[in-house]
Structures are given as C-alpha cells and as structure tokens.
T-cell receptor
Framework: DPKIIQKPKYLVAVTGSEKILICEQY?????MYWYRQSAKKPLEFMFS???????DNQTASSRFQPQSSKKNHLDLQITALKPDDSATYFC????????????FGPGTRLTVL | GEKVEQHESTLSVREGDSAVINCTYT??????FPWYKQEAGKSLHFVID?????DRKQSQRLIVLLDKKAKRFSLHITATQPEDSAIYFC???????????FGLGTRVSVFP
C-alpha cells in the first residue's frame, strides 16, 4: 500500500489558472515537505511543515501556498500558473523535524500550457 | 545558501565493478548528507545517509565517505548489479530537520 499519496499523478493547466496538488501521508509522520523537480535543475526544496505549522519557506513566490487541513495532509495551491511552473512536485515526510529520513511521494507532474 | 555539486552526470560500469559518485558542498554548516535513488518514472527512494560526526558509513554494498575538510562526500556502490541502474542524487542540509539541497543527479548504468 502506498504510504504517501499524491493526487493527481498528472495535471495539465493553462497559463493563469489555479491548481491544488494533494498530498496525504500514512506513515504517522509529523513533518511534511514539498519539493519541485524541473528539467535540468536540481530538486528544489520549497516548504516544510511541522505539526501543521509552516517552518521553512524557500519559495520566493507567494503564488505557492501550502495548506495543511489535517496532520497528515499538506496540499499545495498554485495560483496564476506560468509555463515555468511546469515540473514534478514531490511531497515528502519525516518522523519529525529533529530526526528521521525523508520519504518521498510518487509526485505530481504538472504541465502548464 | 548551500550549493551541492554532483560531479558525474553519467556513469557506466560493468556488472560486478564498483561505481563511485562524488559530491561537493559549499556550506560548512551542513552536517547531514543523504543519498537517494530514482528509477525511471518513479519517486526518490532513500538509500543511505551520513552525518558529520563520522567519516564513513556502510550499508551492505553501499559505502558513503565524508571529508569535511574538503567539503566532499561520495557514494561507492560495490559489486554492482543491474538493479543498481538508476539516477542517484546526493543532498546536504544543516541537520535532519531542514530542507535538503540536492545535486543534479548521476545516471548510473550497469552493463553485463
């Protein structure tokens, strides 16, 4: 059974629209993260949450807003989409902020036309 | 901020030989160095990590070396097998808790 679920697996959006990427983890972890993997760029850390509170934000743009409605959920809302936002977005989790390796979800591949 | 450079973009090794991937980092505050494996079309899978209080760690056929003075760390895959073929990413962070800074990845191909 998958322990980290990301939905949808693929997403196509038009420039200027808004999308929400879903992430749920069933590992009992208290810390969750978002990373982005674009073509020819390193995997990029975006956000970290601990006990549903934002701890780190490395994303300059306010168009990216994480949302944590439950302890094991960390969704990512992206507004005013641009073609440069096209990437695979990975959700990850760890036991907590003080320890434990990070486990990555399967990713959502976003294409912005 | 931290920058991680992964020196080999591709590596082709004969089955049974060793593969070595080298990474360097810039931030002296980095103290946690994990490695991840990504197979085609799949997510990242943790393989091994090392913390700055040791300079060597081994897990079965995987060995990680850390040279803090040179700000360099490496992954050695010994006795390679076809299932080792994948993209390997090195990463660094000041501690477990913070976000990881990744290298660009090394595509390892193991041929018979």
């Amino acid at each position: 059974d998958p322990k980290i679920i990301q939905k949808p697996k693929y997403l196509v959006a038009v420039t200027g629209s808004e999308k929400i990427l879903i992430c749920e983890q069933y590992l009992g972890h208290n810390a969750m993260y978002w990373y982005r993997q674009s073509a020819k760029k390193p995997l990029e850390f975006m956000f970290s949450y601990s006990y549903q509170k934002l701890m780190d934000n490395q994303t300059a743009s306010s168009r990216f807003q994480p949302q944590s409605s439950k302890k094991n959920h960390l969704d990512l809302q992206i507004t005013a989409l641009k073609p440069d936002d096209s990437a695979t977005y990975f959700c990850a989790s760890s036991q907590d902020r003080l320890g434990g390796r990070k486990y990555f979800g399967p990713g959502t591949r976003l294409t912005v036309l | 901020g931290e920058k991680v450079e992964q020196h080999e973009s591709t590596l082709s090794v004969r089955e049974g030989d060793s593969a070595v991937i080298n990474c360097t980092y810039t931030d002296t505050a980095s103290s946690y160095f994990p490695w991840y494996k990504q197979e085609a079309g799949k997510s990242l899978h943790f393989v091994i990590d090392i913390r700055s209080n040791v300079d060597r760690k081994q897990s079965q056929r995987l060995i990680v070396l850390l040279d803090k003075k040179a700000k360099r760390f490496s992954l050695h895959i010994t006795a390679t097998q076809p299932e080792d073929s994948a993209i390997y990413f090195c990463a660094a962070s000041p501690n477990y808790a913070q976000g990881l800074t990744f290298g660009l990845g090394t595509r390892v191909s193991v041929f018979p």
